[in-house]
């Protein structure tokens, strides 16, 4: 792997870390030891930046009430510059693993809302296999919906002056994040302003030639995907449901202008791309950007790609 002409520096280095590593099969874990697991390698990808030291940026762990249960959210504040933005995030991990607390979730989130001036809530969403799909999914889009009131964000101690909300995940989280868009506008509240999905799995079918392509050998293999989705679903019949494949919604008419982004050596590429051609067909405003010679996971590991994180973080 290291050999590959298509493969940035950033990605060789990270994918020879990985084969050496030699870590324990994921679906040969339980969802408890995996957690475990991911926990402990989020302390080591966060790289050297220190969010909890930081004096740019105040960081504070809250919860909304939705639905008779308090869902924990983690708010980053810019003590500098600000943007009057507020991003609603959803972190990563395949719907089982990681949380809004996870280190290098809490890096980026940090980072994003010092150097972008961003205001962001990042959503410590329920997870499977204890909260099947739908359950996480719509726990976001209640959360999202009670952060558009801006007498609740005040409440929550957030910037009594923010004018644009707008929601954003990678991987799962960018499924999610899809996911809450369409299903808000079903509501039909409009409100967000804009969207921002990072290699988001919009078709748990993973039937594009990119999940044959790199279903081996390039971080984010075929075993670990059917063993996310396994932990997700109830059933293979919950693939069709579109809060599951967002690619499988019937309107795109009239979203929020949205950012793709991707790394053209992710097996999730094509489905991203697919997602954001479907976008612009029915008239929105979109940005598709696909990084070329990224793996998955790119944005969020900082300890490995700082260059590309940071190059991300400025569109």
Known sequence: MA????????????????????????????????????????????????????????????????????????????????????LVYFHGGGWALNSASSPHFSAVCSLL?????????????????????????????????????????VSLGLPFNIEAVGVCGDSSGGN???????????????????QVLIYPATNLHAAFPSHEKFAQGYFLTREKMDWTVSQYLSSKSDKDDPRASPLFYKDFSSLPPCLVLAGDCDPLVD????????MLDAGNLVQCVVEKGLIHAYF??????????ARSEER
């Open 3 to 86: 050999e590959s002409p298509f493969l940035t520096d950033e990605s060789v280095a990270f994918l020879d870390f990985i084969s050496q590593a030699k870590a324990p099969k994921l679906a040969e874990q339980s969802p408890q030891l995996a957690r475990e697991a991911s926990e402990k390698f989020s302390a080591f990808l966060k790289g050297d930046y220190d969010y909890k030291s930081s004096d740019q940026v105040l960081v504070t762990d809250l919860a909304i009430p939705v639905q008779g249960v308090s869902v924990p959210v983690r708010t980053f504040v810019p003590k500098i510059r600000t943007t009057r933005t507020l």
């Open 271 to 278: 489905e991203s791309v697919a997602y954001a051609k479907k």
């Open 176 to 194: 999610i994040a899809a996911v809450t868009v369409h299903e808000l506008k079903k509501m039909r509240i409009t409100d967000l302003k804009f």
């Open 113 to 153: 809302a010092k150097d972008g001036g961003f205001s962001i809530a990042s959503v410590d969403y329920s997870l499977a296999p204890e909260c099947k799909f739908p359950g996480p999914v719509l726990e976001c889009v209640e959360c999202t919906k009670w952060l558009l009131s801006a007498e609740n964000r």
């Open 300 to 309: 969020t590991y900082l300890r490995f790609f700082p260059k590309a994180s």
